[in-house]
């Protein structure tokens, strides 16, 4: 018979893609390894705090963790993606995640021997941040010579789910240890879970950048900014993330928006912080049909303008489950962004500067939602959480559209022909 296909049509893909943990064992032991370290460190974000606030009695002392961890990380964010492209980046990863894991012993030796110094925890909060700022942008940059182009935005959404589960479940159990035993188990179980990390990192091949022929080793930081420079597909994903994270981000002001809105308390805006990473951690779970868009630029200006809408609306909520509702819509529109994002980021460099633009990409990622943190607030202050909010989604929305204007050649990206 001709003129018809017998051949079963593949079925819609729902549930996430786990080719690249079964295609990569190197990739499958990375992941593994970094879910569960990841766990581990949230969990020790938690303890810190806690520990910090039975020191000081001090709820700005408490803050002044966070000023530690982000000076650091943003500062040594670029250059941890230069060393990433001059260096072995498997060396890189390893020797960087020994250094945590290193620093969790100390945390722990500390409270072992009741010492307890805040000035100790802040510096070892700002290593660990230079720790991280090195290893990020090393891990990010190998898995692209792991995996295929085409299993890259699966990859990625794994990934979101590792941070997510990370983000959500780290610190449950972070206040379950803490409470059950003491801060030191909570340093000390932080320490062990690095063993996977480090074992994946060891059993990775040379993972030493791609050069042109001719090329200095030497990697520069300003090099980067320059090749940045030049490729604006790439800039607009930090632009447009830029344009969530800072106009549309309302976190800062879930406190009172709890008892002015929902008439809640603390219990309130722990809801609230959840909802949002509960959102993205289902956009991470049910991503599979992700890994059959190629407009990858059109499905980013969509995501965020989902993000910066799914605010607006939550700030003309006044019924706390819809509040919620919304801001889990806007943290899935903010998990596929991300994917679309990272993917792009790394299709579309060259692997010599592929650590580079992962260390402005770390930048962006952390001090962008500071930023906006800082916006909200002052925008509250100065008219109400309201228009702060629903303005700040509007915003977002609109600054989007202008710059998707100006670059009209984003939203015709094609992941069949990366374009940087």
């Not at 976190?251 to 509960?278: C, E, I, Q, S």
């Amino acid at each position: 018979m001709t003129g018809t296909s017998t051949e079963p049509r593949p079925r819609p893909r729902i549930f996430a893609d786990l080719t690249p943990l079964r295609s990569s064992p190197h990739y499958r032991r990375l992941w593994f390894g970094g879910t569960i370290s990841w766990m581990g460190q949230a969990m020790t974000a938690l303890a810190v705090s806690l520990q910090v606030y039975e020191i000081t009695g001090s709820s700005f002392s408490v803050g002044l963790v966070g000023l530690f961890s982000l000076v650091p990380l943003v500062a040594f964010g670029l250059y941890g993606g230069a060393i990433a492209d001059t260096v072995d980046r498997r060396k890189l990863g390893l020797y960087s995640s020994t250094g945590l894991a290193v620093l969790s012993v100390v945390l722990a030796g500390a409270a072992l021997m009741d010492y307890h110094r805040v000035w100790l925890l802040y510096g070892i909060v700002a290593l660990q941040a230079v720790c991280g700022a090195l290893n990020g942008p090393a891990r990010s940059a190998m898995i692209p010579r792991l995996l295929p182009p085409e299993q890259l935005p699966a990859a990625n959404a794994l990934n979101s789910v590792t941070m997510t589960s990370g983000t959500m479940l780290g610190p449950v159990l972070g206040g379950v240890i803490v409470g059950w035993w003491s801060y030191q188990a909570a340093y000390l179980i932080d320490a062990v879970t690095f063993a996977a990390a480090l074992y994946a990192m060891w059993r990775l091949p040379s993972m030493k950048p791609d050069r042109a022929e001719g090329k200095r080793g030497r990697a520069s930081v300003l090099d980067g900014l320059r090749f940045l420079g030049t490729r604006p597909n790439i800039r607009m994903t930090f632009f447009s993330d830029l344009a969530a994270m800072v106009l549309a981000h309302p976190r800062a002001l879930f406190p009172a928006v709890a008892g002015l809105w929902y008439g809640g308390d603390a219990k309130t805006v722990g809801l609230m912080m959840a909802a949002p990473a509960f959102g993205a951690l289902l956009g991470g779970l049910f991503s599979g049909w992700q890994g059959r868009i190629r407009r990858h630029g059109l499905a980013i200006l969509l995501s965020v303008a989902g993000w910066g809408l799914a605010v607006a609306v939550f700030g003309l909520t006044r019924n706390l489950w819809l509040g919620l509702f919304f801001l889990a819509l806007a943290g899935c529109a903010d998990t596929v962004s991300m994917v679309f994002r990272t993917t792009m980021l790394q299709a579309a460099t060259p692997d010599e500067m592929r650590g580079r633009l992962q260390g402005v990409f770390i930048v962006v990622v952390a001090g962008g939602p500071r930023l906006g943190d800082f916006l909200a607030g002052t925008a509250a202050d100065l008219t109400s959480p309201r228009v702060a909010i629903t303005g700040g989604g509007l915003a977002c929305v609109l600054v989007l559209v202008l710059l998707a204007l100006r670059w009209r050649g984003f939203a015709r990206y094609d992941a069949r022909s990366p374009e940087a």
